[in-house]
């Protein structure tokens, strides 16, 4: 049987955790610069809606999901949290353009387009 203590020996710690509560970081941030912002390529426009961004020891992983022509997903990954590279890749990917030293960085699936009946 396991047991869980509690100590209540200040509020320090509480405070702590609050001011840290409100604090943007950098996950964040490119999050909020991707989120609804439009690229175009090859004649057509996409919306990028941001589904995670999650990192590991040396890179970050950014789940997209991307809504034009047709739906897709795409998952890439970067080393740096900046917004334009990852609309470059984005770009790159949609165009079929992608350098051949970033395809193992992206992996995406198209979705058929919803037709209404």
Same mark, same amino acid.
């Given at each position: 049987?396991?047991?869980?203590?509690?100590?209540?020996?200040?509020?320090?710690?509480?405070?702590?955790?609050?001011?840290?509560?409100?604090?943007?970081?950098?996950?964040?941030?490119?999050?909020?610069?991707?989120?609804?912002?439009? $690229?175009?390529?090859?004649?057509?426009?996409?919306?990028?809606?941001?589904?995670?961004?999650?990192?590991?020891?040396?890179?970050?992983?950014?789940?997209?999901?991307?809504?034009?022509?047709?739906?897709?997903?795409?998952?890439?990954?970067?080393?740096?949290?900046?917004?334009?590279?990852?609309?470059?890749?984005?770009?790159?990917?949609?165009?079929?353009? $992608? %350098?051949?030293?970033?395809?193992?960085?992206? $992996?995406?699936?198209?979705?058929? %387009?919803?037709?209404?009946?």
């Amino acid at each position: 049987m396991s047991s869980v203590s509690r100590s209540h020996s200040g509020s320090s710690a509480v405070q702590t955790l609050d001011a840290r509560r409100n604090l943007v970081n950098p996950s964040d941030e490119l999050f909020f610069a991707l989120e609804g912002c439009t $690229v175009e390529s090859r004649d057509d426009r996409w919306r990028i809606e941001v589904c995670g961004v999650h990192s590991d020891d040396a890179h970050y992983w950014v789940q997209l999901n991307l809504n034009g022509p047709v739906q897709c997903g795409l998952t890439l990954r970067t080393e740096r949290l900046e917004a334009a590279r990852v609309i470059e890749m984005v770009c790159g990917w949609l165009s079929d353009s $992608v %350098p051949s030293d970033l395809e193992s960085s992206l $992996v995406g699936k198209l979705y058929a %387009p919803a037709f209404s009946r």
